[in-house]
């Protein structure tokens, strides 16, 4: 199984809402990432977790949160977003820690946020 | 960070074969260059990765020069479905290794 599943695959949300986007892999990976992607543009990472500790933070704004419970599930807990924040949000894994050589990198399909 | 240089874009017809470069001049000796393909409102796919001379698989081939400064991604025989977006990584460890370029948007015509 080399998938990594994403959910929800669309998000609607105002700028008061708190909602949470899922990942989940089940492939043994021991680092975990999510991105961010707005159109035509590429994706930028926001999140690393190795061996479920994040280790690296790009300088993310602390209205998204994320959390890494098990080596399997990562989520990003959204609150106070701004419209500015829509983008289709990415979700990877691989099976080194970030901190060693980074081979391949799986992506799943995303989460379109739309922030109104 | 290892920045990368890919052309905007390029056009191509069924069949033929692209050749789609990557200009890395600062690459450091622990660097991996990897390339990942993207559809609309898809995730990044793994293509093929290399450290040097010349790298092949089922879908690609990765040219990669003796200095290393660049990087060609060879596409053999392109189909419609080959049209997407195609990114250059260059990096080792860490957020190096993390960091896509502009991404060089591939059209194939019939």
């Known amino acids: 199984d080399t998938e990594v599943t994403q959910t929800p695959k669309h998000l609607v949300m105002g700028m008061t809402n708190k909602k949470s986007l899922k990942c989940e892999q089940h492939?043994?990976?021991?680092?975990m990432y999510w991105y961010k992607q707005k159109a035509k543009k590429p994706p930028e990472l926001m999140f690393v977790?190795?061996?479920?500790?994040?280790?690296i933070n790009e300088s993310v704004p602390s209205r998204f949160s994320p959390e890494c419970p098990n080596s399997s599930l990562l989520n990003l807990h959204l609150h106070a977003l701004q419209p500015e924040d829509s983008a289709l949000y990415l979700c990877?894994?691989?099976?080194?820690?970030?901190?060693?050589?980074?081979?391949?990198?799986?992506f799943g399909p995303g989460t379109r946020l739309l922030v109104l | 960070l290892a920045k990368t240089t890919q052309p905007i874009s390029m056009d191509s017809y069924e069949g033929q074969e692209v050749n789609i470069t990557c200009s890395h001049n600062n690459i450091a000796t622990n660097d991996y260059i990897t390339w990942y393909q993207q559809f609309p409102s898809q995730g990044p796919r793994f293509i093929i990765q290399g450290y040097k001379t010349k790298v092949t698989n089922e879908v690609a081939s990765l040219f990669i020069p003796a200095d290393r400064k660049s990087s060609t991604l060879s596409l053999p025989r392109v189909s419609l479905s080959d049209t997407a977006v195609y990114y250059c990584l260059v990096g080792g460890a860490g957020r190096r290794a993390l960091t896509f370029g502009s991404g060089t948007r591939l059209q194939v015509q019939p």
């Open positions: 492939m043994g990976h021991r680092a």
């Open positions: 990877a894994s691989s099976q080194a820690p970030v901190e060693s050589l980074v081979k391949t990198q799986y």
């Open positions: 977790y190795s061996y479920e500790k994040l280790s």
